[in-house]
């Protein structure tokens, strides 16, 4: 199997493109700042990993912004620190103050000269409005849990991806999925009978904002960057 087999990148967004670990933990210091706690990037990272993964189950239908609230005030019970409602809906607004990976913008650029660029993201119209700007908006289409009513990884999010994209043409054979999360999008995507690209940013290191995956995941190709899957790509076309 080569880069080259397909025509379609259907990407998830934070965590992949987005930095959402650095962004998160910067958008939730002046809440710990507040109460003066000493709560670790990892330590935060996991418990949001934990709460968020919990109520989107629970409510898979709340916009993001309000879910993102509802995560932070269930930490708050987790670490026994008060939340606000105004610290819950700043938190809940941070989505398109988060920052993009050094590399995504370029290798975005690059990419679109060779393949149709979709999103499929857990959250809002709006906040990944914000965050495809600070990406060039390079992408064909966006779809979002707000439009399908579930967050990923259920599998209805990877059957609305398919349909919308068989609807323009585009067979399943042709879809690479581009993720870093397993557990919100290899899992599902290769139970959807996709292949798989994983964008391992972590390098192996487990952690981060992402549940871990109770089972070793297979994916087609993984690279530590996006730059790395674009040098890749480039050494097959000149191959």
């Known amino acids: 199997m080569r880069l080259g087999d397909f025509t379609t990148l259907t990407f998830d967004c934070y965590g992949t493109l987005i930095d959402w670990e650095t ?12 109460h003066g706690a000493d709560i670790g990037r990892e330590a935060l990272l996991a418990a949001f990993a934990r709460q968020e993964s919990a109520q989107q189950a629970e409510t898979p239908s709340m916009l993001y912004p309000e879910l993102l609230g509802r995560v932070l005030m269930r930490m708050g019970e ?37 393949y ?16 495809a700007a600070k990406l060039g908006d390079p992408f064909d289409a966006v ?12 599998p209805r999010n990877f059957a609305f991806l398919l349909e919308r994209l068989s609807e323009q043409g585009c067979r399943r054979e042709e879809i690479l999925h581009t993720a870093q999360s397993l557990f919100h999008d290899h899992v599902p995507a290769r139970a959807a009978g996709l292949a798989t690209c994983w ?12 549940p871990p995956v109770a089972t070793p995941v297979e994916t087609d190709f993984r690279f530590v960057s996006l730059a790395a899957m674009v040098e890749a790509h480039r050494a ?3 191959g």
């Open 236 to 238: 097959e076309q000149q």
């Open 199 to 210: 964008i391992d940013r972590h390098a192996g290191r487990a952690g981060g904002a992402t």
């Open 23 to 34: 962004g998160i933990h910067e958008a939730l210091r002046p809440w710990l700042a507040r």
């Open 116 to 131: 149709r660029l979709v999103v499929l993201s857990n959250v809002d119209r709006a906040g990944i409005a914000r965050s």
């Open 143 to 154: 779809y979002t849990a707000e439009e399908i009513g579930s967050y990923k990884p259920d």
């Open 78 to 114: 987790e670490f026994g620190l008060p939340v606000t409602a105004s610290e819950a809906e700043a938190f809940g607004r941070s989505v398109g103050d988060w920052p993009a990976f050094a590399d995504s913008a370029e290798a975005l650029a690059y990419l679109r000269h060779h």
